[in-house]
């Protein structure tokens, strides 16, 4: 835990400190060696809040982007129920930065619990596994509306780089057809309609995540993933045929949009021009 109460306030570690948890009121120590974060412990016991992970320095440099009255936040259900949320903005938006591993039971019991939560996944232990390929139109424009688009994977250097069937143009073969259910035709690629594109693009890729941690795939609240660059990767559903893909958000919009906005739904949804 980055804060302990001492003296009446919130305080972070410091050499030989002693103070109580803000949540459960024990008795805690600061551990400030060398080699780990400056943290406070729970004085001869495990955490009071079973969802608390061990903090790197990905945490604590996530939470630090945040006003100190932001961070470790205790919220209590009406059934009295109480957890630390990572983050709260003024606004009411929860926000959990995950490094480790999580099941799907304790996934969706913080989405339950906190609701209008974000998820932030610390995604440099997997990036090897992680491809990000060919542009997407924005999936409001008229051009998205006529395009049904092959999925990209490894090993698929066609697909990768983008390939898409037209509803318009196989009508005469699949009468009747919709983006929903055309499935094959006369198929064309990218370059075709590159600067249409750039035009209406709004930051969505195509990508393909080898052994994906899949419980951020049936995620309710938003999941964006952190690769450690100035782009978040919110990972979306494209358009009515299921096609996955992410949509690059500036870290700093986030940040700008999780203080400001008042509901998880409305971060990023005013649009900046994003440079390819």
């Known amino acids: 835990m980055q804060y302990a109460i001492v003296d009446d306030g919130r305080r972070e570690a410091f050499r030989g400190g002693r103070g109580t948890c803000p949540t459960c009121g024990a008795s805690m120590h600061a551990k400030c060696g060398p080699r780990v974060i400056h943290h406070w412990a729970h004085q001869g016991r495990r955490n009071c809040d079973p969802w608390w992970e061990n903090e790197t320095q990905w945490h604590r440099e996530w939470k630090n982007l945040f006003p100190e009255p932001c961070r470790e936040v205790s919220h209590t259900a009406p ?3 109480i957890h630390r949320a990572d983050i709260k903005t003024p606004t009411g938006i ?3 930065v995950q490094h480790s591993r999580m099941t799907d039971a304790e996934r969706i019991s913080r989405e339950a619990f906190y609701q209008n939560l974000v998820w932030v996944i610390d995604g440099k232990p997997f990036r090897k596994n992680f491809d990000i390929y060919h542009m997407l139109p924005d999936p409001m424009s008229d051009l998205a509306q006529d395009l049904v688009w092959s999925k990209a994977a490894r090993r698929m250097n066609g697909a990768n780089r983008g390939l898409f069937f037209r509803v318009s143009a196989n009508q005469d073969d699949f009468p009747g057809a919709t983006k929903a259910t055309l ?3 006369w198929i064309e690629g990218i370059d075709k309609i590159e600067a249409e594109v750039k035009a209406s693009y709004r930051g969505h890729h195509q990508y393909d995540w080898v052994r994906p941690r899949k419980t951020w795939l049936d995620a309710t609240c938003p999941v964006y993933i952190d690769f450690g660059d100035d782009w978040l990767c919110r990972l979306e ?3 009515e045929t299921g096609l996955k893909c992410i949509r690059l958000v500036a870290k700093r919009q986030f940040i700008h949009d999780v203080m400001t906005e008042a509901s ?3 971060i ?6 994003i440079s390819s």
């Not at 990023?268 to 021009?273: E, Q, V």
């Open 79 to 81: 059934n009295g129920e």
């Open 94 to 96: 929860y926000i959990e």
């Open 183 to 185: 499935r094959s035709g």
């Open 237 to 239: 559903v494209y358009d």
């Open 264 to 266: 998880v739904a409305d």
């Open 268 to 273: 990023a949804s005013r649009f900046y021009s």
